[in-house]
């Protein structure tokens, strides 16, 4: 391995990593990006086209048989999660930014929307965002390609929620919706989280870091799960130590700053693997806040069969998932909680039928029931914002090693009692807006679950209750970031990676004009 | 068996990879533990007698019966034909839990068909099939799985929605998927009652 030590060494290839590896390296800083899992072409790794009977378990795999990636969280591939999300992208609002402000609870972050929407505007740039220009106070509008058009199964959602009062917009994601010179526009072929194999949808790698290669400052180490990053006598980080995904041999790379961006848990999980004697709890948790503060989102769901898709013919409607949303309402209207929600909805593939287990009956009425209901079938997920609280957060498990030896991640998490309020109130809503399009009820989920997960190394200014300051800079070690979902200081309601990959466009400048005063 | 929520909770602890959270395909066949990787060649519909890998063939042909039953064929083919007993037979072998409930329930069917009949279970007429089966289907359409051959319907019918939904015959041909294409455009939605 190269002996070289680089100005800024990432870990972590994904959203963040990705996008402040190209960033840097377009300004001429060289940059080291350490990753776990292989170098994966989504041309050929993943199972994009495959349906259900191609495997005689009729689980599609993510991976093709005999290529390696996805293994594990510490070893997924250069590309990290964008290559398998549904690249949903939007801007968070002031709201989101000043939420303690405006409705008491929770946690401001100290920047607000005016320092993130010149950096949104970049990404947007780069990556390729389609949308429609909705003028919504609590959802920034961008630089969009054209939005997708509407499935008549989101035709009839609106036509419900339009009774109530509620707005139902295009969805707005990092897929082209036109072809630019390098990436074709969508093919709607319906498997964008299976891995988009001809890149309409953004991933990091092929969209940031490998043209990035090319600046000649950028070096990619693959197949390296990081278990420390090492820390000098000076309080000064100086590189990192990894374990070889295949040969389980120990390597060191070096650099002058380094950047923890392995994607929430994992990067709290990698600080606290980094003990030292000066931080005996792990590496920047002088506050003691290191893992606290988890925020990951809530979800409900709700199955239903619209009634007007009943026994209708079938489309080809699978392509791109899903193509509208229900943006927060809530926050402008009275209520007995504090923030929001949102409605992302129709991002079910048409391959799996799960549901037909519990249609009643069996015979030819069963088999008719089925028939009848398929092109009639929507889900309905409202995510909800959690407040912190003391009962969650994200520790290691010392008794439980993974395959590279290294304790596992933990996450801790209890509903308060404002996230109940929250949960309640979605459910009751999509409910209320699926009854008023017209369905009829498959399932209502009576829990929450997480997704997206957010918090664990808090954003701040005060050092006494956050781990990374508004430059996603630790407050214990100048020379060593934080940049990831782990640093949202309260989450939205809203898919977080176009935020992620705004904040790690802002380090890049913040970081070079570090550079360039001689500071690091 | 694996509720939704177990699944959930799975996904939970492997880290939840993308806001997706209805993907979770709690199929049978997923519940593997498998003593060697699992084969990656396409199924093939049966052609031939097949050899099933866990039941005896009496068994297999109870089997192969229940599946007809549950999905029988209308206008299109039914569980037999899209290849549903071989899929259960594929989900049993690999997957030990099953073993004793599938053998007991098949058992319990063939006593009563003796009891009522004097005969074997598929020597039955179709009407005495069905009348051996429907208050079993029905105590699990109220939610009821007090029995073992309450549960033994339910296991056996939601792997022959599982084997039949997700083969060429059922998704494709008998509920139409049409996806999987490449479209110059996405065709928008201009029905004047959906507007």
Same mark, same amino acid.
């Given at each position: ?461 005060? #050092?006494?209750? #956050? ?54 | ?11 939970? *602890? ?24 699992? *084969? ?26 229940? *599946? ?92 022959? *929605? ?34």
């Amino acid at each position: 391995m190269s002996k070289q030590v680089y100005d800024v060494l990432i870990v972590g290839s994904g959203a963040a990593g990705g996008t402040l590896a190209a960033h840097l390296a377009a300004k001429g800083v060289d940059v080291g990006v350490i990753e776990g899992g292989p170098k994966i072409d989504t041309r050929t790794a993943f199972n994009t086209h495959s349906m259900p009977f191609d495997f005689p378990n009729r689980h599609i795999p993510t991976m093709r048989p005999g290529v390696s990636g996805f293994e594990s969280e510490r070893s997924r591939g250069l590309g990290g999660k964008t290559m398998t999300w549904n690249a949903v992208a939007w801007r968070l609002s002031h709201r989101d930014f000043k939420g303690r402000s405006i409705d008491g609870a929770g946690e401001d972050w100290p920047i607000d929307y005016s320092d993130l929407a010149p950096y949104y505007d970049q990404i947007e740039r780069e990556v390729g965002v389609c949308g429609n220009l909705d003028h919504l106070e609590d959802l920034p509008d961008g630089i969009f390609l054209p939005p997708v058009p509407m499935k008549c199964s989101d035709m009839i959602v609106r036509r419900g929620a339009r009774k109530l009062g509620v707005k139902v917009i295009h969805v707005r994601k990092a897929t082209r919706s036109i072809a630019s010179p390098l990436r074709p526009a969508c093919h709607f072929c319906g498997n964008c989280m299976a891995g988009c194999d001809v890149v309409a949808k953004y991933n990091s790698y092929d969209v940031h870091m490998l043209p990035a290669l090319k600046t000649g400052h950028l070096d990619l180490f693959p197949n390296s799960v990081v278990r420390e990053v090492m820390v000098s006598s000076e309080n000064r980080a100086t590189g990192v130590r990894y374990v070889n995904r295949e040969t389980r041999a120990e390597g060191e790379v070096r650099g002058r700053s380094v950047v923890v961006a392995c994607a929430c848990v994992q990067s709290v999980a990698l600080l606290m693997m980094s003990k030292s004697q000066r931080y005996p709890t792990g590496l920047a948790n002088s506050s003691g806040e290191l893992g606290r503060n988890f925020i990951p989102h809530f979800t409900g769901g709700v199955e239903v069969f619209l009634k007007d898709l009943m026994a209708q013919p079938t489309t080809d409607d699978e392509g791109f998932l899903d193509h509208a949303y229900v943006p927060s309402f809530m926050h402008t209207r009275k209520r007995d909680f504090a923030r929001s929600f949102g409605v992302q909805f129709g991002y079910q593939n048409r391959r799996s039928v799960g549901w037909a287990r519990s249609m009643p009956g069996f015979g030819k009425a069963y088999k008719q029931s089925v028939k009848d209901r398929y092109p009639a079938f929507l889900v309905f997920s409202p995510y909800g914002e959690m407040l912190p609280n003391k009962q969650s957060f994200i520790d290691l498990d010392l008794n439980k090693l993974d395959a590279y030896g290294l304790p596992m991640a933990r996450r801790h998490v209890a509903w308060g009692e404002n996230d109940r309020k929250i949960f309640r109130e979605m459910t009751r809503w999509s409910r209320d807006i699926l009854e008023a399009a017209g369905a009829e009820f498959q399932n209502v989920d009576n829990e929450p679950a997480t997704n997206h997960e957010l918090g664990g190394c808090r954003m701040g200014i005060d #050092s006494r209750t #956050s781990v990374v300051n508004a430059d996603c800079r630790t407050h214990d070690v100048p020379n060593l970031y934080v940049v990831d979902g782990s640093v949202f200081p309260s989450a939205s309601e809203k898919n977080p990676t176009h935020t992620i990959m705004a904040l790690a466009a802002r380090v890049a400048d913040y970081i070079v004009e570090t550079l360039r005063k001689g500071e690091m | 068996m694996a509720t939704r929520r177990d699944t959930l909770k799975i996904i939970g *602890a492997i880290g939840s990879t993308c806001a997706f959270p209805f993907s979770a395909n709690d199929l049978y066949g997923q519940q593997e533990h498998h003593h060697h990787p699992p *084969a990656s060649t396409p199924v093939q519909p049966a052609r031939g007698p097949y050899n099933p890998k866990f039941f005896t063939t009496r068994e297999f042909e109870t089997v192969s019966r229940i *599946a007809d039953l549950i999905i029988p064929p209308t206008d299109t083919p039914g569980a037999v034909a899209a290849g549903v007993p071989e899929y259960i037979d594929y989900v049993v072998s690999n997957n030990r839990q099953h073993e004793k409930p599938m053998r007991q329930g098949i058992k319990w069917l063939h006593h009563q068909a003796r009891k009522r009949h004097h005969k074997r279970f598929v020597e039955l007429a179709e009407e005495q099939q069905i009348e051996l089966l429907a208050p079993l289907s029905d105590a699990v359409d109220r939610n009821e799985m007090k029995t073992e051959c309450q549960r033994f319907f339910r296991t056996i019918k939601s792997m022959t *929605a599982d084997g039949y939904y997700t083969s060429p015959i059922g998704l494709v041909q008998e509920l139409g998927y049409k996806g999987n294409t490449v479209l110059a455009s996405f065709p928008e939605c201009d029905h004047p009652e959906h507007q």
